[in-house]
């Protein structure tokens, strides 16, 4: 069943048909011949977050279409994939990308990458997703803006990046990718300091196992840095298994194995599965007065929404904030989206449509140019030093690809698993 939301994309897309978006290539990458220039969209469009992945989706068509799918005598074609794997799907019959997350998003790289008229890639949204597709796009020189992917060892060295990191993502030395939201480093600082303000003293740590463990380095970076808040790390587990049924006692064993640690608050580095819910629900069972952090990477419905009496004493942080903090450019957006699309947008189509008017202002910086790789790279970089003036505010994009933005928006969870906006942080 299609969606009304996605009913509305196919709308905005028929309008952009109309723009001219569509064409042909005649030379590749020669910019004097090219008559069309691709840009790729990979997000996770189906599975319980894919309504706001829909969004950015949706927000990436706005901007094409606020610039009449030309840049110049340019045709701007938007080609959105689908890079969800539906883990219900097991018939050995059905092709690999259907049952594989990987091979969907690793295909979706090849797609972008084998196309000579492909310029960009907007994507991917988590960090493991973007760890497959970006080696990829890197060696065909693709400029690559995610809206997501907070992941620090993709920009800078730190140690809490794994090894090899971020070398591993520019094997000639270029950088092709920039992301829009603050990288796990800065959202570690945020999570620290609004456990400061909240009293915390005592910590205890968990990082689960997931492979590659992009999503569980926040766990050591807010290690790190709790010392200089005040704030003890009294219990420090890696290796936490997320992935056993969600029944399994091994998470009543594994809070209970806490609890003598006294911490009065616990966080997770983690994925958004069933098992991090039952974990979550454990710690709340064995620590009932202990509060208990969750970071941006579990801001997912697919995890809050399953919380049960835990989601009373659960803190979020993202760098998602309240729509009334961004600033009037947004709320014009906001505003087109529901006049033409017949949705309220959240504030995931901000994510896109600034992505593509990112993409789009370098498009127009390269001029007859724009067609060559090395040159957009070059031009994307130079506009990020100078600053972009967004739908999320101005902001610069530095030559390692982090974004200035650097706010972040705490939350409690509501009965429902919605995020309840609590207090500003940074």
């Given at each position: 069943m299609i969606s009304g939301r996605a009913l509305s994309c196919v709308a905005l897309a028929a309008l952009l048909a109309g723009c001219g978006t569509s064409g042909t290539v005649q030379g590749g990458n020669d910019?004097?011949?090219?008559?069309?220039?691709?840009?790729?969209?990979?997000?996770?469009?189906?599975?319980?977050?894919?309504?706001?992945?829909?969004?950015?989706?949706?927000?990436?068509?706005?901007?094409?279409?606020?610039?009449?799918?030309?840049?110049?005598?340019?045709?701007?074609?938007?080609?959105?994939?689908?890079?969800?794997?539906?883990?219900?799907?097991?018939?050995?019959?059905?092709?690999?990308?259907?049952?594989?997350?990987?091979?969907?998003?690793?295909?979706?790289?090849?797609?972008?990458?084998?196309?000579?008229?492909?310029?960009?890639?907007?994507?991917?949204?988590?960090?493991?997703?973007?760890?497959?597709?970006?080696?990829?796009?890197?060696?065909?020189?693709?400029?690559?803006?995610?809206?997501?992917?907070?992941?620090?060892?993709?920009?800078?060295?730190?140690?809490?990046?794994?090894?090899?990191?971020?070398?591993?993502?520019?094997?000639?030395?270029?950088?092709?990718?920039?992301?829009?939201?603050?990288?796990?480093?800065?959202?570690?600082?945020?999570?620290?300091?609004?456990?400061?303000?909240?009293?915390?003293?005592?910590?205890?740590?968990?990082?689960?196992?997931?492979?590659?463990?992009?999503?569980t380095v926040i766990a050591k970076l807010v290690a790190a840095d709790a010392p200089a808040a005040g704030i003890t790390v009294v219990a420090n587990r890696a290796g936490v298994d997320t992935t056993a049924p969600a029944g399994a006692g091994a998470y009543a064993k594994l809070a209970g194995s806490l609890a003598p640690a006294a911490p009065d608050a616990v966080l997770l580095g983690g994925v958004p599965n069933a098992g991090a819910q039952a974990l979550w629900r454990a710690l709340h069972t064995a620590m009932p007065r202990a509060k208990l952090f969750a970071p941006s990477t579990l801001a997912a419905p697919s995890f809050l929404s399953g919380l049960g009496a835990a989601a009373r004493v659960t803190y979020v942080t993202s760098p998602i904030l309240a729509p009334s903090q961004y600033p009037p450019a947004a709320q014009r957006v906001f505003a087109e989206y529901r006049r033409l699309l017949g949705?309220?947008?959240?504030?995931?189509?901000?994510?896109?449509?600034?992505?593509?008017?990112?993409?789009?202002?370098?498009?127009?910086?390269?001029?007859?140019?724009a067609a060559n790789r090395t040159v957009l790279l070059r031009s994307f970089f130079a506009l990020g030093r100078s600053g972009f003036h967004g739908v999320l505010g101005n902001y610069t994009i530095n030559a390692n690809g982090d974004t200035s933005l650097a706010r972040f928006d705490g939350y409690r969870v509501g009965s429902a698993g919605q995020l309840v906006p609590a207090r500003p942080i940074g």
């Open positions: 910019a004097f011949t090219a008559t069309t220039l691709t840009v790729y969209s990979d997000l996770p469009l189906l599975g319980p977050d894919g309504a706001r992945m829909s969004e950015i989706v949706g927000g990436e068509m706005l901007a094409l279409y606020d610039h009449g799918g030309h840049v110049g005598r340019l045709h701007i074609s938007l080609q959105s994939l689908n890079d969800y794997a539906d883990p219900s799907v097991s018939d050995p019959l059905l092709p690999d990308p259907l049952r594989s997350p990987s091979l969907q998003i690793g295909q979706s790289a090849h797609t972008a990458s084998s196309d000579l008229s492909t310029a960009a890639y907007i994507g991917d949204y988590d960090s493991d997703a973007t760890w497959i597709s970006l080696t990829l796009n890197n060696q065909n020189e693709i400029l690559q803006v995610s809206p997501g992917s907070s992941y620090v060892g993709f920009t800078d060295a730190n140690p809490a990046d794994l090894a090899g990191d971020p070398g591993a993502f520019d094997p000639y030395g270029r950088r092709s990718f920039a992301r829009l939201v603050p990288s796990d480093a800065l959202e570690a600082r945020a999570i620290v300091s609004w456990m400061r303000g909240l009293g915390v003293k005592r910590l205890g740590l968990l990082a689960d196992n997931s492979n590659p463990a992009y999503d949705a309220a947008p959240s504030v995931y189509a901000l994510y896109g449509y600034d992505a593509m008017n990112d993409i789009l202002a370098a498009i127009r910086r390269a001029g007859r140019q």
